[in-house]
């Protein structure tokens, strides 16, 4: 069992930066592959990016290829998102998400555990 709590999110200009955080509970952090998704009022939840047990893999949408990055640091049973110039699409609540299967996967119906998510607002 894995729970998850986001953080780090806020209101920020296009062309801003913000980090999210994402802090897991429990001792097998490791054992998992981690993703971040988003949703965007009346969308569908979306993958924005993944990261390998060990870090050693990421995988981008391409919406956000070059703009975002993702890691973890194990030993302290976080993941991060670092999101650099923001644009207004990029508003959504965030969700951080753990995959046992330790497979870089994009769709939501293949990971195992959620967070509540954390509101990222990008104004014009």
């Known amino acids: 069992q894995v729970q998850l709590v986001e953080s780090g999110g806020g209101l920020v200009q296009a062309g801003g930066s913000l980090r999210l955080s994402c802090a897991a509970s429990g001792r097998t952090f490791s054992w998992y592959s981690m993703g971040w998704f988003r949703q965007a009022p009346g969308k569908e939840r979306e993958f924005v990016a993944a990261i390998s047990w060990n870090g050693g893999n990421t995988y981008y949408a391409d919406s956000v290829k070059g703009r975002f990055t993702i890691s973890r640091h194990n030993a302290e049973n976080t993941v991060y998102l670092q999101m650099n110039s923001l644009k207004p699409e990029d508003t959504a609540v965030y969700y951080c998400?753990?995959?046992?299967?330790?497979?870089?996967?994009?769709?939501?119906?293949?990971?195992?555990?959620w967070g509540q998510g954390t509101q990222v607002t990008v104004s014009s």
């Open positions: 998400a753990a995959d046992r299967s330790r497979v870089l996967r994009t769709t939501v119906e293949h990971y195992d555990y």
